[in-house]
Nanobody
Framework: QVQLVESGGGLVQPGGSLRLSCAAS????????MGWYRQAPGKQRELVAD???????IYADSVKGRFTISRDIAKNAVYLQMNNLKPGDTDAYYC??????????????WGQGTQVTVSS
């Protein structure tokens, strides 16, 4: 059983910063990539940022230059530093891990989501 536990969401004023954290636990064999997605009510979940193991991060155009994704390989963790937040960044943010376990084949796993609200 794999769990992704997120933290760090909240309410922030426009121009402010937040840092999201996510740690994966369980019988993990290999993590291929970890990332962050966001979803507004009634809309499709969209990629915010993703970082393959040993690879180059990718970002949605809307967050380039403002958000930075990073990983701690030893902790099976991924972080999203969000700066200069805008009201349009308000969404539920979901951690994603592309991994395989010792008993299951490679697939995507998701966290429970953390709300980010940008408002004055």
């Amino acid at each position: 059983q794999v769990q992704l536990v997120e933290s760090g969401g909240g309410l922030v004023q426009p121009g402010g910063s937040l840092r999201l954290s996510c740690a994966a636990s369980g019988s993990i064999s290999t993590i291929y990539a970890m990332g962050w997605y966001r979803q507004a009510p009634g809309k499709q979940r969209e990629l915010v940022a993703d970082i393959p193991t040993g690879g180059t991060p990718i970002y949605a155009d809307s967050v380039k230059g403002r958000f930075t994704i990073s990983r701690d390989i030893a902790k099976n963790a991924v972080y999203l530093q969000m700066n200069n937040l805008k009201p349009g960044d308000t969404d539920a943010y979901y951690c994603n891990a592309d991994l395989k376990t010792y008993s299951d084949p490679r697939r995507d796993y998701w966290g429970q989501g953390t709300q980010v609200t940008v408002s004055s």
